[in-house]
Nanobody, 126 residues
Framework: QVQLVESGGGLVQAGGSLRLSCVASGRTFSRGTMGWFRQAPGKEHEYVATIRGSGGDTHYSDSVKGRFTITREDAKNTVYLQMDSLKLEDTAVYYC???????????????????WGQGIQVTVSS
């Protein structure tokens, strides 16, 4: 019902920047929540960030807070993840996620999100 397609990944040197984009098609939920998870080699999916609604509240994991910024552009049905001051440990496959839920808490569990993109590789080198 909802398709999410990520772009903007690649190889970057430590300390550099990348911006990921996620375009949503099909049924979208303006009052819902969109965000990003990531999965590093040998690790489980890790929560990264979320944003609620148009110009909604944002939330970040402690590991990326102050370095990453999540935004959304409703006219383009697109959510972005600006990643600055990248570290080696940021290397992972990044997934765009979405849920129609928009409660009083920030959703950080993988199972909460019923829509997932295919994932895009981000590799940070020394």
């Amino acid at each position: 019902q909802v398709q999410l397609v990520e772009s903007g990944g690649g190889l970057v040197q430590a300390g550099g920047s990348l911006r990921l984009s996620c375009v949503a098609s099909g049924r979208t939920f303006s009052r819902g929540t969109m965000g990003w998870f990531r999965q590093a080699p040998g690790k489980e999916h890790e929560y990264v960030a979320t944003i609620r609604g148009s110009g909604g509240d944002t939330h970040y994991s402690d590991s990326v807070k102050g370095r990453f910024t999540i935004t959304r552009e409703d006219a383009k049905n697109t959510v972005y993840l600006q990643m600055d001051s990248l570290k080696l440990e940021d290397t992972a496959v990044y997934y765009c996620v979405a849920t129609p839920l928009s409660g009083s808490v920030y959703y950080t569990r993988r199972a909460t999100y019923n829509y997932w993109g295919q994932g895009i590789q981000v590799t940070v080198s020394s």
